[in-house]
């Protein structure tokens, strides 16, 4: 039996929407879409990840493959059926490998602020990672959440959203969190994200500073047929900084 934490607003929805976050954060970040998607009669699902969140996590490794694994065994003890999969970040790594891995139970994929190879495309890219993994290796969980609060909500009015961010952070399991930072770093999908069969919409906001728009580029370039929304003043978060824009441009695709 699953042990994973999920939020399930609507379980008289229709079509399940299985909605995945990015790291250090919980199914609670989804809570702006969680609205649009009930009344346009959706099932949004919002696991947290194992070792985030309420998610425990088992064992010694951390791995998008097993992730992904445990996430699509849970919805099987739900019934949950086939669904549209949504995943931001880390969370659309997730997406990615469920996509390759669980086909037949994958409708349409929706790939935000997210990457096939994260390989940044600038020097302050890779100053800000490696500012993260020192912080993190040197001073603590609570250094590397500082860290990247500030560059995912950058801005003055964005303090109760860097607040709640380095919150979700330090209620993730460090070991977790370490394991899920190096498997992200060695992940790789450019070798057969074309092998990809359900319909694919990459959204990006034209300020992300973590994954940087022509990163987000790349990914599309992969996949044959890929729509590519580029939402103008999204930040990393840009399904939080630009609800409206990002909900109306995701209910249109779904609704296909």
């Known amino acids: 039996m699953s042990h994973l934490h999920f939020l399930d607003p609507n379980p008289d929805g229709m079509v399940p929407v299985l909605l995945l976050h990015g790291m250090g954060a919980s ?5 702006l879409q969680f609205p649009a998607l009930i009344e346009s009669g959706f099932r949004p699902l919002a696991p947290d990840v194992p070792g985030f969140g309420q998610s425990p996590i088992y064992g010694k490794t951390w791995t998008v493959g097993e992730a992904a694994a445990e996430i699509m065994h849970a ?3 739900m019934n949950s059926g086939s669904l549209h999969v949504v995943g931001l970040s880390m969370g659309g790594v ?3 490998q ?3 891995d669980f086909p ?10 997210t990457f096939a190879r994260l390989q940044p495309d600038s ?9 993260r993994a020192m912080a993190l290796a040197m001073r603590g969980m609570q250094a590397q959440a500082a860290v990247v609060a500030r560059r995912v909500f950058p801005h003055p009015e964005q303090e109760l959203l860097r607040e709640m961010l380095e919150e979700n952070i330090l209620r993730s399991d460090p070991h977790a969190y370490r394991r899920a930072m190096l498997a ?4 790789d999908s450019s070798k057969w994200l074309g092998q990809l069969k359900q319909p694919v919409m990459v959204v990006t906001g034209n300020r992300d500073t973590t994954v940087s728009p022509k990163l987000q580029q790349k990914l599309v370039e992969k996949i044959p047929g890929a729509r590519h929304i580029i939402i103008e003043g999204g930040g990393h978060a840009v399904p939080v900084d630009q609800a409206d824009q ?8 779904l609704h296909e």
């Open 246 to 253: 990002f909900n109306q441009v995701l209910l249109e695709f």
């Open 27 to 31: 199914g609670e970040s989804w809570s």
């Open 104 to 113: 037949l139970q994958t409708r349409k994929l929706v790939l935000v602020s």
């Open 75 to 77: 919805l099987q003890e």
């Open 94 to 96: 997730i997406a990615q």
């Open 184 to 187: 992200l770093g060695r992940f």
């Open 123 to 131: 020097i302050s890219g890779w100053f800000y990672f490696l500012r």
């Open 98 to 100: 469920i996509a390759q």
